[in-house]
């Protein structure tokens, strides 16, 4: 089955590849690896919500913005690749979280990233995996993802 087929299953389709908010591309091919930058969890060119997770941003909340920025770092690959059907591994994910400074549940929030993919790619979505809870991000963003995906 074809990933845009997997992904209409799931009720999910590629958002808008999200403009750069600096001086980056939203991705790079080298070798058979697709790096992407961070995604932040914009949706229609817009945050959800702005803020600290543990503080004015709940886990919960924000594992769902993780999830969407993992939508968006697919959308960035693709932008390169041509077609998702291309990956034939998630290699590494790396989540950020904006935290409070007493919030230690970085791993459950970058789960919302880490679980679309395993829902999207199956056993190829299987990947290693840093979540590591930071001051702040751009933007004000609770929560960036970015990926390193195998393809052919």
Not at 52 to 61: F, I, L, Y
Request: charge should be negative; charged fraction near 15%; glycine fraction near 10%.
């Amino acid at each position: 089955m074809s990933i845009e087929k997997r992904m209409a299953e799931l009720g999910l389709e590629l958002p808008a590849v999200a403009k750069p908010v600096a001086a980056y591309v939203p991705a790079v091919v080298a070798g058979n690896h697709v790096y992407t930058s961070g995604q932040l969890p914009f949706v229609d060119g817009a945050l959800p919500a702005t803020g600290k997770v543990g503080a004015s941003v709940t886990a919960e909340d924000a594992a769902g913005y993780a999830r969407q920025c993992a939508l968006n770092a697919l959308a960035a690959a693709a932008s390169v690749i041509g077609s998702l059907d291309r990956v034939t591994r998630v290699v590494k994910v790396v989540g950020f979280v904006a935290s409070d400074a007493s919030f230690t549940g970085q791993p459950t929030v970058i789960n919302g990233a880490s679980e679309l993919l395993g829902e999207v790619f199956g056993e190829i979505g299987q990947h290693a995996r840093s979540a590591v809870g930071v001051a702040v991000l751009p933007l004000d963003s609770p929560v960036e993802v970015e990926l390193v995906l195998e393809f052919a």
